[in-house]
Structures are given as structure tokens and as C-alpha cells.
């Protein structure tokens, strides 16, 4: 019975008059094969003739470009002798390896300047800038222990997941997040904020940041084109904010956090802030502080609560979140970027029900939703006991890096004043006599030691001071930069240059 012809286009190129649109004509006198090899290569390398793919017999090209077949075959046996393609008797020359591409050497931009981090107002990219910066050692504030991460507790977890997965759950997901980590962060909330949350009420987002973006479109949506905000507070949160144009007034923070009062005055709709550990202050909202604002919630303000550093905490009990007294007027935001690491892009938001649909469709709108898989590792990291178990570690590292911190401030600045002890990753320090922070962390930088000045963080005149971050650093790491700091500071001061 006689075969089926084969398509044509099947594992072979077409030969023709239109192949690689070679012209012949612009060969050189005498040197057809070796022309006929480059048109050849240089497709084989860009991607027109694929790998595994036959060339066209030596006869029919000839007979195409109206040459000799031996300038064909010499072309051919030039790749081959690269290693490029190979002759497989009646199955013709197949193409089996892409030539190396030798390209230039990528120009490395020079590492930014201190004078290029510090010497200008924070503008977008002002984090990403100071992170390029190189330093001996990195005191920047919001940094985890990135050499901490549970590595064989989310292998196992990882390898339970996928011993156990339907084929289904590699399909789109809910936009809303996987059911078995809104389950598990309804758990977790509930065991370690005080908060009581149906999983369907918590949305998975990438982070804090995403919460605060898919926030502030039905915010504006809605009519509030206003939030105010903590001073001094993160810049970040301020950025994006701003980014999403929302205007972000400031409402000054005390030992005692957030002046409601002041809020109150001010007639502003919403406000954001970190009433479990401020930042950068490090203060908690205080228990009068915390009823005044419920009180400003119950007659209509909207309470955006970031629960920042929440976990975190090692001379002091447990801090209920706002969320827990007033689900109905309180949108709360949390991640596990702190707890495990930035890069792993998790967090959560739980809105009022007024706003939930609205953040939901925002959600979907902006990415379908979060990765799958990485949700539901995690989710087995938080049901196992896994990050009950790392969070246990991390606090007991944090305390001694930050007691080596605290003694370091006392000996080499010791006119300095630490704020911020009882949690949280990082200490903020302010200085009496000291005019410029800003000048202080680019002098730091400048002796091989990265910081934050306090002046980054606030809107209105404000203490000088930096914020320092222990969590990533060692003990040794931690003396050697608070020495150099302290530096850095008697240099200033000799200069003059802290006026």
C-alpha cells in the first residue's frame, strides 16, 4: 500500500525561489560557499531556521540559486566542521547546535555617588537608588534577615503541595487568592492579631504597596481623593500614595502616636497609619489615642491600618489590631515580607464590606491575581506550624541583634536618643545639635555604612535623626557601622558640617 506523502512543512524548511530571500547576486566573485555558509549561520543564530530542522537538500538549493551543488555541499561542510549541523544520510542535513554569539562586554554603570543618594529631595526611584549604592555594611531600616529564610521547611511544604495537586489548581485561580491561604491567613490573623475573619473577606495581594494602588483607585472611585497620613511616616506609603493621586496631609505623630485629635480638626476623610509599631518612631497607638480614633471611625472616617512590624515585638505584650474592634469601618493590609522575605511579593487586605467587591475587581483588573503555587506553599508553611516555628527563631535573633545595636548607640553616640526598642527591625535615633540628618547618612555612606535620615520621613520640620535597621546585620556588623556613624557625626561636627 503506497505511503502517505508527507506535508512539506512538516520538520523540514520549504525550499524555494523565497528561501531566507537569498540573492546570489550579492555574492563575491569566487567566494559563494563561504557567503552561502554566513546567510546560513546567521539564520540558524537568530532563530529563522530552528533547531532540529532540516536544510534544504544540496541539490534543489543549487538548482534554487542557480549555482553548482558543490558550492552548496562546501557550505554545508563548513557548518558541519563548527558543529552546527549534521549529515544524516537519506534524513539530510539537520541543524543540531546555534553558534556562539560573542557580544560586547555590558557597560556596568558606576555605583551612584553618596552625594547622588543624599544630595537631592527623594523623588520615585529614591530606594531603588540607595539600594545600588555600595556600602561595607547596610543599616537600612526595613530589611529581614534575608539568610533566615525557612529554605528546608518551604521544600517540604513545596514537595506536599505538589505530591498532592489536581491538575485543576494549575489552571487560572481565583482572583480573589487561593481558598487554602485565605484560610490560613483567617487562622493566623486570628491567632495572632485578635482578628475574626471569614476567609472570603481576605484578598491576596502582592504586598502592602499593591493593597495601598488597588485601594486608592476605589477610593477615588468613590469620591475620597484625600488620606492622611502619619508625620513622620514612611515615604514609601506617601509615594504611593501620591503615585495614585491621593492627597496625603500630614497628621503629626507623638509618644503617644497619632494626634486624633488634630485628625479630628482637620476634617480629612480617611487616614493611613502603623498603630502597632509606627514607623519610623516605633511608638504604639496609645489606649486612649486608639478609642479616640474608633470613635472618629464610627461617625465616618475610613481607618487604613498597615500592620507594620506587627509580629515583631519582644518587651511588650501583644497589641490587638484596630481591624478587631471595627471590621465595618477599618481596611487592614499585612504581608509576609517582613516575616519571611520582600521577594516572596504576599500580603493581604481585609476592606470594609463597602469596599470589597470594588478592591476585588481591582485586583483582577490588575493581574488575574497572585501566582498560585507560591500561595499554596505557603499555606502549608502557615498550617504546618512552620512560621509559628520560624517567627519563634526570628524573634529571639532580633533581640540580640538589637540589644547589640542599643549598646553600640551607647558607646560610640552617645548623645543619641533611641527610639523604637520594644519591636520591630530597626531603631530610629535622633541627635540634639545635629541640623542635618541628610548630611550625616551621606557622610556615613561615604566611610562604607548605609542609613536612612529621619528627615526622609517627614513633611514638617522634625528632629534630626537616622533610621537604622538591625534585623539583617550581625553583632559584629552592627558595632563596626554604629562606630562608623559615630565617625562620621564627630567629622560633621569638627567640619562644621551638621549647622
Not at 79 to 85: C, F, Y
Not at 119 to 124: D, N, S
Not at 188 to 195: E, F, T
Not at 470 to 481: H, K
Request: aromatic share 4%; hydrophobic share 45%.
Amino acid at each position: 500500500m503506497p505511503r502517505a506523502k508527507k506535508h512539506p512543512i512538516e520538520g523540514s524548511i520549504t525550499a524555494g525561489s523565497d528561501f531566507l530571500q537569498l540573492d546570489v547576486g550579492t555574492a563575491p566573485p569566487g567566494g559563494r560557499a563561504g557567503w552561502l555558509a554566513d546567510r546560513l549561520r546567521v539564520a540558524i543564530t537568530d532563530g529563522r531556521i530552528p533547531l532540529g530542522c532540516r536544510l534544504p537538500a544540496s541539490r534543489v538549493l543549487a538548482d534554487e540559486l542557480g549555482v553548482s551543488r558543490g558550492v552548496v555541499t562546501e557550505a554545508y561542510q563548513r557548518l558541519a566542521e563548527e558543529g552546527q549541523v549534521v549529515g544524516r544520510g537519506r534524513a539530510g542535513t539537520v541543524v543540531v547546535a546555534i553558534p556562539p554569539v560573542v557580544s560586547p562586554t555590558p557597560a556596568v554603570p558606576d555605583p551612584p555617588a553618596p552625594e547622588a543618594v543624599f544630595g537631592f529631595e527623594p523623588g520615585t526611584d529614591i530606594f531603588d537608588t540607595l539600594r545600588a549604592a555600595p556600602a561595607r555594611i547596610d543599616l537600612s531600616p526595613g530589611v529581614p534577615d534575608l539568610a533566615a529564610f525557612p529554605r528546608a521547611a518551604w521544600l517540604r511544604a513545596e514537595r506536599t503541595v505538589l505530591r498532592h495537586l489536581d491538575a485543576a489548581a494549575l489552571g487560572y485561580g481565583d482572583a480573589r487568592g487561593a481558598p487554602a491561604l485565605r484560610a490560613a491567613v483567617s487562622q493566623w490573623l486570628a491567632r495572632n492579631r485578635g482578628i475574626r475573619a471569614d476567609p472570603d473577606e481576605v484578598l491576596v495581594v502582592t504586598g502592602v504597596s499593591q493593597a495601598l494602588g488597588l485601594l486608592a483607585q476605589v477610593l477615588r472611585a468613590d469620591g475620597v481623593h484625600t488620606v492622611a497620613v502619619e508625620d513622620p511616616g514612611s515615604l514609601g506609603v506617601r509615594q504611593h500614595l501620591l503615585n495614585w493621586r491621593l492627597d496625603t496631609p500630614p497628621v503629626t505623630v507623638d509618644e503617644h502616636g497619632l494626634r486624633v485629635d488634630e485628625l479630628v480638626a482637620a476634617g480629612h476623610p480617611a487616614v493611613m497609619l502603623t498603630p502597632a509599631h509606627q514607623f519610623p518612631t516605633g511608638v504604639v497607638l496609645h489606649g486612649d489615642r486608639r478609642r479616640q480614633l474608633l470613635d472618629w471611625a464610627r461617625d465616618g472616617g475610613l481607618v487604613v491600618e498597615d500592620d507594620y512590624d506587627a509580629e515583631h515585638r519582644y518587651d511588650r505584650p501583644p497589641v490587638p489590631a484596630l481591624r478587631a474592634s471595627l471590621p465595618g469601618r477599618i481596611c487592614y493590609t499585612g504581608s509576609v515580607s517582613k516575616l519571611l522575605a520582600p521577594a516572596m511579593r504576599v500580603g493581604w487586605v481585609l476592606a470594609p464590606p463597602r469596599y470589597r467587591d470594588a478592591l476585588v475587581a481591582a485586583k483582577r483588573m490588575a493581574d488575574l491575581g497572585n501566582a498560585v503555587l507560591p500561595q499554596l506553599v505557603l499555606a502549608e508553611l502557615m498550617t504546618s506550624g512552620d512560621l509559628d516555628r520560624h517567627l519563634r527563631l526570628l524573634r529571639r535573633r532580633h533581640v540580640r541583634r538589637r540589644d547589640a545595636m542599643i549598646r553600640a548607640i551607647g558607646r560610640h553616640l552617645p548623645g543619641a536618643t533611641v527610639h523604637g526598642a520594644a519591636a520591630g527591625l530597626h531603631l530610629t535615633v535622633t541627635f540634639a545639635g545635629v541640623g542635618c540628618d541628610v548630611a550625616l547618612a551621606t557622610e556615613a555612606l561615604r566611610r562604607g555604612v548605609k542609613t536612612q535620615p529621619l528627615s526622609w520621613h517627614a513633611q514638617r520640620p522634625y528632629p534630626a535623626g537616622l533610621v537604622l535597621g538591625y534585623a539583617a546585620v550581625t553583632g559584629g556588623e552592627i558595632e563596626e557601622g554604629i562606630g562608623t556613624v559615630g565617625t562620621a557625626l564627630r567629622s560633621l561636627s569638627t567640619a562644621g558640617g551638621h549647622r
